[in-house]
């Protein structure tokens, strides 16, 4: 009988009503059978807070599945004791042969297991999770035709998580975290039920299935990247089921083992069935934290304690150099990244203030938004030059390797963030080094001349570091327009994903600005050719003198099976000022300039050269004008005073030393002319820039001119974008400044098969932040060319904070050894030729250098949130991680658990109960 109940907001869903209790039923007429088998199926009983209800998630699962007479016979099954269909048919009263074609027809849907036991059918019901759920989103044919099974999946953990949130005892939830068996080997206090190898070794039948969370996900538009293909395994009852029913693949056990391999080594967990007797699973899923419904009851609940295994990972910060790849993996996001130098003032490093273990727990402590609230660090902060990198490149870990000589291993970990490290070593200009908490002392770091030396691996073929790739979906096509730093990033992302990846690049050379926008002197560019021929080993093809747009549109390019698009084709033109005199044949743009040059071209420039603008290119443009053998002089004038221009201090330095003439705080007027050529420039001065706002609006003093004689002037003061023909019929839309419109997160444009990203997207800026945006394109492809991936879910946010330095302690006992460098060239000597004549540190400077690294961060575990799956272990090249076994827990009875849970229940409801007379407690 319906109760007199209020309506919950429980329904999410947008295509179904899913009801919580009776008043969310609203008098919808529904199937009395269909009740009954969902309270027969969990054990619940009818007018109780557990009870299944019409509409429910439990409903929702078994009405759309099962006729009246298929559910009147499932009624007839029993829980976890094995009848034949003699013995279900004897008790329905129903003739034996419909009886088995309805047996049949349960077992195909997942409401019942079935096996073959000394020649006679057998069939039974177990728990809904894990069990029939999960066996029901298996079943393909009935996801794709009845989605609603898919989320009553999903709904199922939402009616029941917040249930058992600070009440199960550990060890005692339906899905328990199994540690990852490489990160316990050698521990004297292992079990050998905490050993994959013992589950794998005892089973005789073997199988393996979709995972059937990621499967759900999918149907519901929701997956977070992490694909559901053969990912989970089934053991002995449960893999002949499987095998049976069409919902795995028979396999091996060493196949099972190269399966579980494969999964640790792409950052994946496990979790497995934890009641069917202690120390037994008929199951082991490789689960990821953003899909795996078993981890959402940690991670949007945190009820931690129902899944934890018994283990909590610790870090070892004398040997932790914050390099991330722990925080990367960590399911549950318990450990981020931290302080490791004192502080003056105590930093609060603990994540989890308050635990459902002693608190109520409503709503609003859940952590619904889990799948897109990750952090990278503490609310205090991490080393500045993580922080600080577009890329996020964890340079603590890569100097740390180099300095213990491991050269190979620290290019490994540069590539797994930017694929370009001997390109970068070149021409990045320092972010991480701005803040570096050295500098405090003496000197940053010199982190670029430590990567330099690194990346020097990726110039010679036969030291290359070439990674495995990790996946094989080349079955996709995608495409990228544009070779250069933001579009062989994306290429090199997809590539080790196994895509089918085709670059088209419309100049003759490969590399873009790289290439072509980049002076030999800062890059020369068989440095480019070197790193992207790496790119190429991984089967990445390049088509050059192709104009999409021109000579192939991106309609054509989807007929030919092309499944998205990245667009990284930068900012190539020159922009204009609209000066008097700007069109005359001796005024020519920067990029165009450096083009003519870069391509072996006469660039037709000499005498006496102006060049207008203050940023790196103009810096380029000005120091690759005064090498050229018919210029007099190069003079560089800009609005910027000398402490505001935007060009790197060092490269103004450079272009100061090569005698480049700056002058600062002048806008140009008119360019004048004799009626034949260029004679000069009309500059007048300017006196600010910005208004008080903060936005561009510079104001000039016109009673104070100057008159510059020149042969040439070369504008560069921006640049902009030419599309051609490129986005002609696609709906792309475009921003104010003439870039592509995109997500801020997923780079996605208006028209949803192209992306776009680097200087395109976001205006000019770095080769490291076009490097970081293909990185993110890459992510944002894959999901989307998959079937039901969320763009969104999952994702790392890149939230970063840097360390507060002023409350540092003073360090006494650092190293004293001076910044290393490598010898200086003569400005007069560089400008003779447009060799790159900067050196490399030698291996004894390498050692020097990087010893001087404070070593700002470290690794921090939440150990609440922690739930000892042992991915991180994996993952950490300094053995500065570990588990460590804390709990003793084997498992539970399942008739036993409800003891352990009401027992836990009476002493939570104690302890909040003290809390909320306690005036000093946290949790009140």
């Not at 390049?542 to 030919?560: A, I, M, N, Y």
């Not at 609006?697 to 004689?709: F, N, R, S």
Request: hydrophobic share 35%; proline share 4%.
């Amino acid at each position: 009988m319906a109760k007199k109940q209020e309506k919950t907001n429980f329904n999410k869903s947008k295509r179904f009503n899913f009801a919580l209790n009776w008043a969310d039923v609203d008098g919808r007429e529904y199937r009395q059978e269909i009740v009954d088998l969902a309270n027969k199926i969990g054990r619940t009983k009818a007018g109780t807070s557990r009870e299944a209800i019409p509409f429910g998630p439990e409903y929702y699962a078994l009405a759309p599945i099962l006729s009246p007479y298929e559910a009147k016979i499932a009624l007839h099954v029993s829980f976890r004791d094995k009848k034949s269909a003699e013995e279900i048919a004897a008790s329905a009263g129903e003739p034996l042969e419909k009886v088995k074609e309805a047996l049949q027809h349960l077992a195909w849907t997942g409401v019942t297991f079935w096996n073959t036991v000394d020649g006679v059918d057998v069939y039974w019901h177990d728990i809904f999770v894990p069990g029939h759920l999960e066996m029901i989103n298996n079943n393909k044919e009935l996801v794709a035709k009845h989605p609603e099974v898919a989320e009553a999946f999903y709904f199922f953990g939402s009616k029941k998580g917040p249930m058992a949130a600070g009440i199960m005892p550990i060890g005692g939830g339906p899905m328990r975290v199994l540690p990852i068996e490489r990160a316990i080997d050698g521990n004297s206090k292992k079990a050998s039920y905490e050993e994959i190898s013992k589950h794998l070794d005892e089973a005789h039948i073997f199988s393996v299935s979709d995972c059937s969370c990621r499967t759900s996900r999918e149907a519901m538009h929701e997956g977070c990247g992490h694909l559901k293909e053969e990912m989970c395994i089934q053991l002995d009852h449960a893999a002949e089921y499987y095998i049976k029913t069409g919902r795995g693949r028979e396999i091996t056990r060493e196949e099972a083992y190269e399966i579980i391999r494969k999964a640790e080594d792409n950052g994946l967990m496990h979790s497995v069935p934890n009641l069917d007797t202690p120390g037994h699973t008929h199951a082991i899923c490789n689960c990821c934290g953003c899909g795996c419904y078993a981890m959402r009851l940690a991670n949007e609940y945190l009820n931690n304690d129902i899944v934890r295994s018994n283990y909590k990972s610790v870090v070892d910060e004398s040997k932790c150099v914050a390099c991330g790849e722990c925080v990367d993996v960590c399911p549950t996001n318990a450990i981020r990244l931290g302080q490791k130098l004192c502080a003056k003032t105590p930093l609060d490093e603990k994540i989890t203030k308050v635990t459902p273990r002693n608190t109520e727990w409503q709503e609003d402590k859940w952590n619904s938004d889990y799948r897109v609230n990750r952090k990278n660090t503490l609310d205090s902060g991490t080393a500045p030059c993580i922080t600080k990198c577009p890329a996020h490149i964890p340079v603590q870990g890569y100097i740390k390797l180099a300095a213990q000589g491991k050269y190979t291993e620290a290019l490994e970990l540069i590539k797994k963030h930017n694929p370009l490290p001997a390109v970068c070593g070149r021409v990045c200009p320092r972010l991480c080094e701005e803040d570096c908490t050295r500098s405090a002392y003496d000197e940053a770091v010199a982190v670029d001349d430590i990567k330099k030396f690194i990346a020097e691996k990726d110039l010679e073929a036969g030291t290359r570091y070439v990674p495995k790739k990790r996946h094989d979906y080349s079955d996709k096509k995608v495409a990228i327009i544009g070779s250069g730093p933001s579009g062989l990033t994306c290429a090199y992302d997809l590539a080790l994903d196994g895509y089918d990846v085709t670059v088209f690049e419309k100049e003759k050379k490969l590399g873009g600005m790289l290439t072509l926008g980049i002076p030999s002197y800062r890059l020369e560019k068989d440095v480019v050719d070197a790193e992207i021929e790496v790119i190429k080993g991984l089967g990445v093809k390049f088509e050059t003198g192709v104009e999409v747009g021109k000579d192939v549109t991106l309609s054509q390019l989807r007929e030919k099976g092309f499944h998205a698009f990245y667009i990284a084709v930068g900012a190539s033109l020159g922009r204009n000022l609209g000066l008097q005199g700007e069109g005359l044949p001796e005024v020519m743009h920067g990029v165009e300039f450096l083009k003519k040059i870069n391509l072996g071209e006469n660039p037709g420039v000499s005498g006496k050269v102006v060049v207008i603008g203050g940023g790196n290119v103009a810096i380029d443009v000005a120091r690759s004008s005064i090498r050229l053998p018919g210029v007099e002089s190069a003079a560089l004038y800009c609005l910027e005073p000398r402490d505001a221009m935007p060009a790197h201090e060092e490269e103004v330095e450079e272009a100061l030393s090569e005698e480049v003439s700056i002058h600062n705080s002048w806008g140009p007027v008119r360019i004048l002319h004799d009626g034949v050529k260029v004679t000069g420039v009309e500059f007048k001065k300017c006196t600010s820039i910005f208004d008080a706002s903060g936005r561009f609006a510079p104001v000039y003093d016109e009673t104070d001119t100057i008159l510059v004689p020149c042969d040439h002037v070369l504008l560069s003061v921006g640049q902009t974008y030419g599309y051609g023909e490129l986005l002609q019929g696609e709906d792309v839309l475009l921003t104010e400044r003439q870039t592509i419109k995109v997500h801020p997160v997923t780079l996605q444009s208006s028209k949803a098969d192209i992306f776009a990203g680097g200087d395109v997207a976001s205006g000019p800026r770095l080769a490291i932040d076009a490097i970081a945006a293909g990185k993110e394109a890459a992510i944002s492809i894959h999901r989307f060319v998959q079937n039901g991936q969320s763009l969104v879910f999952g994702r790392d946010n890149h939230s970063y904070i840097m360390l507060d330095k002023s409350n540092l302690k003073e360090i006494v006992d650092y190293d004293g050894t001076e910044r290393q460098r490598t010898a200086a060239i003569s400005g007069r000597v560089a400008r003779d030729t447009f060799k790159d004549l900067r050196g490399v540190l030698t291996e004894e400077q390498i050692r020097k250098e990087s010893s001087r690294c404070l070593g700002c961060g470290a690794s921090k575990v939440d150990e609440y949130l922690c739930v000892g799956c042992g991915a991180c272990t994996l993952r950490c090249k300094f053995g500065a991680i570990s588990l460590e076994r804390v709990h003793d827990v084997k498992g539970f009875e399942l008739d036993k658990l409800p003891k352990s849970v009401m027992k836990n229940a009476i002493t939570r409801k104690a302890k909040i109960t003290l809390n909320k007379i306690n005036p000093f407690s946290e949790t009140r």
